[in-house]
C-alpha cells in the first residue's frame, strides 16, 4: 500500500469515527450563557458544574502554579469571577474536547501522563506568551497547547493496532513521526489538524497543531506555534512525564529570530528559569 492509500484509508476511518462529527454539547451551553449573560458568573459556574470532572480540571488547571491566577481559589463560582468569561470558555472548550475521546489507561498510552503533558503545555504556552511580549496571544497559546497533541490521542485509541505497529518501529530506531507517516500516511498533527477543522473551528488553531514540532515553516501563525513548540520542548527538557512521542523531538533553531529571542544563550536562559515552575505544576495536578 502507498502511503497515499494509506492516507486515504486513515481519513476514512476518521470520518466513521461516532465522536468526531460534533463538539461537546457543554462547549454550545456555555457558549450560549455566555451570550446571553455575559456578566453572570454565578450562573456559568452552574452550567460547567453540571460535569463534575470537568470541574476538578478546571479548578486543577486554574490552581496550578503556572496558570497565573492571583491566588487559590476553592469554587468554581471565584474561579469564574477571577478568570472572565473569554478564558472560562477557552477551557471548558481544551477540556471538553480532549476528554470526548474517553479511554482507560494502558501501558502503553498513560491517560494521567496525557492530560499532565497537555496541562503542562497549555499553561505554560500561556505563560510564555505573556513573558515574551505576546499577552494578546496567551488565551490562544493556552488552548493551542492544551490540544496539540489531539491528533496523537486519537492514534491511540482510535488505531490502537496502527500505534502498536509505530511503536514497534520506534524501537526499531524509526523517528516517531515518520513512523506515524509510514503507518498511518499522516503524522499526529495532521490528525489534530484534520480534527479541529472537522469541529470548525478556528483555522489559527488547526495551524499551529499542524506545525507544533517545525514552527518555523508556519507561514500564518509562526510566533503561536512557535510558542507552543517551546513549551513542548520545556517538558523534554525537564523530563517532565512519559510522553515517548516527543523522546525525539528536533528543537527548531527557527524559534530564536520569530520570538526575538536574539541568540541561542538567551533561549537557554528563559528555558532554565521554568524547571522549577515546570516540577511544581506536575506535582499540583491532581485528579
Known amino acids: 500500500m502507498t502511503l497515499e492509500e494509506r492516507r486515504v484509508t486513515t481519513v476514512q476511518k476518521l470520518d466513521t469515527l461516532r465522536n468526531i462529527g460534533s463538539i461537546p454539547k457543554i462547549i454550545f451551553e456555555v ?14 459556574a452552574g452550567t460547567i458544574s453540571k460535569d463534575q470532572g470537568l470541574t476538578t480540571k478546571v479548578l486543577s488547571i486554574a490552581n496550578s502554579p503556572m496558570y497565573g491566577l492571583p491566588r487559590k481559589v476553592s469554587s468554581l463560582e471565584f474561579a469564574v469571577m ?8 477557552q477551557m ?3 477540556i471538553s474536547l480532549s476528554d470526548s475521546f474517553k479511554f482507560r489507561s494502558t501501558n502503553k498510552f498513560n491517560y494521567m501522563e496525557y492530560w499532565k503533558h497537555s496541562m503542562l503545555v497549555g499553561t505554560a504556552s500561556k505563560d510564555i506568551a505573556r513573558r515574551l511580549g505576546f499577552g ?12 496539540h497533541d489531539i491528533g496523537m490521542q486519537i492514534i491511540a485509541t482510535s488505531f490502537a493496532e496502527e500505534f502498536n505497529s509505530i511503536l ?4 526499531s530506531d524509526l523517528i516517531f513521526l515518520k513512523a506515524e507517516r509510514e503507518i498511518l500516511g499522516l503524522t499526529h498533527q495532521e490528525i489534530g489538524k484534520y480534527l ?23 507561514e500564518k501563525n509562526s510566533v503561536l506555534a512557535s510558542i507552543v513548540h517551546l513549551a513542548d520542548s520545556m517538558t523534554q527538557e525537564f523530563k517532565i512525564g512519559q ?13 530564536i529570530e520569530i520570538l526575538g529571542f536574539g541568540s541561542a544563550e538567551k533561549v537557554v536562559s528563559f528555558i532554565a528559569d521554568y524547571k522549577d515552575i515546570f516540577a511544581n505544576t506536575a506535582n499540583s495536578i491532581k485528579l
Do not use: C, R
Not at 136 to 147: H, Q
Not at 168 to 171: C, E, L, M, R, T
Open 31 to 44: 457558549s450560549q450563557m455566555i451570550k446571553s449573560d455575559p456578566g453572570n458568573s454565578y450562573k456559568l
Open 82 to 89: 477571577l478568570m472572565g468569561t473569554e478564558e472560562v470558555y
Open 92 to 94: 471548558v472548550t481544551a
Open 136 to 147: 494578546d496571544l496567551s488565551g490562544e497559546a493556552f488552548l493551542s497547547g492544551m490540544l
Open 168 to 171: 514497534s518501529s520506534v524501537k
Open 196 to 218: 479541529i477543522q472537522k469541529w470548525k473551528l478556528p483555522e489559527n488553531l488547526a495551524d499551529v497543531i499542524e506545525f507544533h514540532h517545525t514552527p518555523s515553516q508556519s
Open 243 to 255: 510522553i515517548h512521542w516527543d523522546n525525539d523531538i528536533t528543537f527548531d533553531l527557527g524559534i
